[in-house]
């Protein structure tokens, strides 16, 4: 089994800076691409951004030049440096690994979310 725990997230200003972390623990013998999701009240979960095994990064348009996603492979962990945040930015905040390679099988997790709150 693995875990997908993240941490980082809290109440920020507008204008202000959060780094989002995502660590995959448990019998993990490789991940694939990696990604941040959000779910805004009321909202569907959106894609925010991705990066695949090799550091091929994806971005949504709206968090293009404001979001920078990164990853440590030899952690497991994914990173989401947000800069410039907005109130729009508002949402709980998921991680995701959609391919994730056990000794048998390959499986899709998820973390259980960590709220960002931007607001004065």
């Known amino acids: 089994q693995v875990q997908l725990v993240e941490s980082g997230g809290g109440l920020v200003q507008p204008g202000g800076s959060l780094r989002l972390s995502c660590a995959a623990s448990?019998?993990?013998?490789?991940?694939?691409?990696m990604a941040w999701y959000r779910q805004a009240p009321g909202k569907e979960r959106e894609l925010v951004a991705k990066?695949?095994?090799?550091?091929?990064?994806n971005y949504a348009d709206s968090v293009k030049g404001r979001f920078t996603i990164s990853r440590d492979n030899a952690k497991n962990t994914v990173y989401l440096q947000m800069n410039s945040l907005k109130p729009e930015d508002t949402a709980v905040y998921y991680c995701?690994?959609?391919?994730?390679?056990?000794?048998?099988?390959?499986?899709?997790?998820w973390g259980k979310g960590t709220l960002v709150t931007v607001s004065s």
């Open positions: 995701n690994a959609p391919r994730v390679w056990h000794a048998t099988s390959v499986k899709d997790y």
């Open positions: 448990g019998s993990i013998f490789g991940i694939g691409t």
């Open positions: 990066i695949t095994s090799g550091g091929i990064t």
